[in-house]
């Protein structure tokens, strides 16, 4: 059956002008009744909402049909707007949505979240959303399939650089399948936006490339004309819709003060009659109070499905890297990377890559020669590129971000934790971490990889420690559902091996995160480690043996997950180190410390990390500045034992 074409009937204009007054009142209700909220941009973005979800190709009873159009909302805070519209186009009840309008436990937040019918992408951080239907574009052209994302949007976050960095995107690639859509009321929460931050939308689409359409934002026949006109012209096209703040009742319209606060009682009954609808709120505020008792009872509370598509790749055979060798974390991820492309099967596989002006760096040049189709060059636009990536993980791909460190954690932080709250499956990896990237000096040197991500409640970190480690982690994230970040660091490192030489993460050896690698066993105390100066531990380990001293030394790849029963063994011998190229304050550390405690050992801690940024140099030196060359931890060892 052939999709229905984009349009809205003549017969259906009315209809729509109609119920732009009644979804007015449906705004004022909730808002009024949660006693917060956005009411004014909500009344302001209403007609565009109606008139987008009418024209799109969606189906209200089948919100998740496979071959609808992709319809982004990026000003998250004219939720009750958003609501309105789906609820009196047959998405769901539009009374729920009223009733439980900013209610703990409702699906229908404050902001809008991808658990309602009808909604894409949970949006609040302003600037985001054309990031995120870049990233459904992306995930369309991978596979093969013709939709139309739509991606509307506030006038005041165009200020935002990331919008700029998502327009170029979208140019560069040809993505004649996004439509923007502005709402341009001229107000923001401090005034009229061409007072508090003068953009010029129009020039700014307009120098990227972009065709550019401008309409009356409360016209259903002009917007109508518009969005026809964006979905046929054949490059991306940004419609500017004039509207007002607050339209439909006289003393709220043109006025920012509504644009985040909610009608007074004696406000809101002059507002309804105004719009001439049904002063019904006794009875939503019954339900409201009907509902508020349900959801006190977790039991009863429901678990809402979002339209996740969910991919999950064959890892392909690994790897193995021979004893003696020194070999580049970042080379044996992108070696691997090539391989799982491969292991699909199909010429155009289900993966995106993305980079931003990195790919020898992070080793995924060779990728992108072999796969041109699957890789993304997004330039120096981290927070786009984080964004794109997120988005195009949960539209059927599985997406790898490669960046450095302090790219791809510390300045996209807030990104990733978008992407956290949306459940992507993506891949974060990121090499050049820790004091490691020597030479590039502190401001390249990503001390904090693990610290800024354990904030994350759905990512997962692996730091792996050799080359055959970081390959079999890397074809486990690529066929494990979910976000994970896989951190690496710079130099070439020794493969680590057995006491009888053999290397330790080949053979049988199967990736499995939370589990802990005992590397070296001993009683008189235990070096817990992780990532590249796990095999310092392991060279410190055969010092202390000829000192007669035996220590344990368990390589952690999982930091936010201490393996129980190792952790257990390792506890018996009184005497635990720390031993981590990461700031001590929020790594490993800071991981086994709270395993100790939380399950009450009696255990000594010396915990050996990184106290201050470190400066430009060979890492070697920069790790015996920092106190962890192989001698400042033999001393720290040997101190703990003697005390």
């Known amino acids: 059956m052939n999709p229905p074409r984009?349009?809205?009937?003549?017969?259906?204009?009315?209809?729509?002008?109609?119920?732009?007054?009644?979804?007015?009142?449906?705004?004022?209700?909730?808002?009024?009744?949660?006693?917060?909220?956005?009411?004014?941009?909500?009344?302001?973005?209403?007609?565009?909402?109606?008139?987008l979800f009418s024209f799109a190709r969606v189906r209200p009873k089948d919100p998740c049909w496979p071959a609808r159009d992709r319809i982004v909302i990026s000003h998250g805070h004219t939720s009750p707007g958003v609501y309105a519209a789906l609820g009196r186009l047959g998405f769901f009840d539009i009374d729920e949505a009223i009733a439980t309008f900013r209610l703990a436990g409702s699906r229908f937040e404050g902001h809008v979240e991808r658990c309602v019918p009808g909604v894409e992408w949970s949006t609040?951080?302003?600037?985001?959303?054309?990031?995120?239907?870049?990233?459904?574009?992306?995930?369309?052209?991978?596979?093969?399939?013709?939709?139309?994302?739509?991606?509307?949007?506030?006038?005041?976050?165009?200020?935002?650089?990331?919008?700029?960095?998502?327009r170029r995107f979208a140019h560069k690639y040809g993505f004649s399948n996004i439509t923007v859509i502005v709402d341009y009321n001229e107000r923001q929460i401090s005034g009229k936006t061409y007072e508090v931050m003068p953009v010029n939308i129009k020039e700014g689409y307009a120098s990227d490339s972009w065709r550019v359409v401008e309409t009356d934002g409360h016209d259903f026949k002009a917007l109508?004309?518009?969005?026809?006109?964006?979905?046929?012209?054949?490059?991306?096209?940004?419609?500017?819709?004039?509207?007002?703040?607050?339209?439909?009742?006289?003393?709220?319209?043109?006025?920012?003060?509504?644009?985040?606060?909610?009608?007074?009682?004696?406000e809101y009954k002059k507002a309804i009659q105004e719009l001439g609808v049904e002063d019904d709120l006794d009875k939503y505020r019954e339900l409201r109070n009907r509902f508020a008792s349900e959801l006190k009872d977790s039991s009863r509370r429901k678990t809402y499905e979002s339209c996740s598509e969910t991919v999950v790749l064959k890892p392909g055979l690994p790897r193995t890297y021979g004893a003696g060798s020194h070999v580049e974390t970042r080379q044996a991820f992108g070696n691997a990377l090539i391989d799982i492309a491969e292991a699909q099967g199909v010429e155009k596989p289900l993966i995106a890559v993305f980079d931003c002006d990195l790919a020898e760096s992070v080793r995924t040049m060779e990728f992108a020669k072999k796969f041109p189709h699957n890789f993304f060059q997004a330039g120096v636009q981290e927070h786009t590129t984080a964004t794109i990536a997120g988005a195009a993980s949960i539209q059927g791909v599985v997406s790898f971000f490669v960046d450095f460190g302090v790219f791809g954690v510390d300045e996209t932080y807030?990104?990733?934790?978008?992407?956290?709250?949306?459940?992507?499956?993506?891949?974060?990896?990121?090499?050049?971490?820790?004091?490691?990237?020597?030479e590039d000096g502190k401001t390249h040197h990503c001390i904090d990889y693990v610290g800024v991500f354990r904030n994350l409640y759905g990512f997962r970190i692996i730091v792996p420690a050799d080359a055959n480690q970081t390959d079999r982690a890397t074809r486990f994230i690529a066929s494990t559902p979910g976000n994970f970040l896989l951190a690496v660091g710079r130099s070439r490192l020794p493969i680590i091996t057995d006491e009888a030489g053999r290397e330790v993460f080949a053979g049988n050896y199967v990736f499995k995160y939370g589990t802990a690698d005992v590397l070296r066993t001993g009683g008189d105390a235990a070096i817990f480690t992780m990532?590249?100066?796990?095999?310092?531990?392991?060279?410190?380990?055969?010092?202390?043996?000829?000192?007669?001293?035996?220590?344990?030394?368990?390589?952690?790849?999982?930091?936010?997950?201490?393996?129980?029963?190792?952790?257990?063994?390792?506890?018996?011998?009184?005497?635990?180190?720390?031993?981590?190229?990461?700031?001590?304050?929020?790594?490993?550390?800071?991981?086994?410390?709270?395993?100790?405690?939380?399950?009450?050992?009696?255990?000594?801690?010396?915990?050996?990390?990184?106290?201050?940024?470190?400066s430009s140099g060979a890492f070697e030196d920069l790790y015996r500045m920092a106190g962890l060359d192989e001698d400042s931890l033999v001393e720290a060892v040997m101190k703990l034992v003697r005390s």
């Not at 349009?7 to 009644?22: C, N, Q, V, Y």
């Not at 369309?140 to 200020?159: C, I, K, L, T, W």
């Not at 952690?556 to 201490?562: D, Q, R, T």
């Not at 635990?576 to 700031?583: F, L, P, S």
């Open 6 to 51: 984009r349009w809205i009937a003549d017969e259906h204009l009315e209809r729509l002008r109609e119920m732009g007054r009644i979804a007015r009142g449906d705004i004022l209700k909730m808002t009024t009744l949660a006693a917060s909220g956005h009411p004014g941009g909500s009344m302001s973005s209403i007609d565009i909402y109606l008139a």
């Open 124 to 166: 609040g951080n302003l600037g985001q959303g054309l990031s995120a239907g870049c990233g459904f574009a992306v995930a369309g052209r991978v596979r093969g399939m013709d939709y139309h994302v739509f991606v509307a949007m506030s006038d005041a976050e165009q200020a935002k650089g990331q919008v700029a960095e998502a």
């Open 224 to 266: 109508r004309s518009a969005l026809n006109e964006a979905v046929t012209d054949g490059s991306p096209t940004v419609v500017i819709a004039r509207t007002v703040m607050g339209k439909g009742v006289s003393f709220m319209e043109g006025n920012e003060e509504y644009h985040g606060r909610p009608l007074k009682i004696d």
């Open 414 to 438: 807030n990104q990733h934790r978008l992407n956290d709250i949306n459940h992507t499956n993506l891949k974060v990896v990121v090499t050049h971490c820790g004091l490691n990237v020597g």
């Open 531 to 614: 990532g590249s100066i796990a095999h310092k531990a392991v060279s410190a380990w055969e010092r202390l043996r000829d000192m007669g001293v035996n220590v344990m030394v368990v390589n952690v790849s999982s930091p936010l997950e201490v393996d129980e029963k190792v952790l257990e063994e390792a506890a018996k011998t009184g005497r635990i180190i720390t031993y981590e190229d990461h700031n001590v304050k929020t790594g490993l550390g800071a991981s086994v410390s709270q395993a100790v405690a939380e399950r009450g050992y009696s255990v000594r801690i010396k915990r050996l990390g990184i106290t201050e940024y470190g």
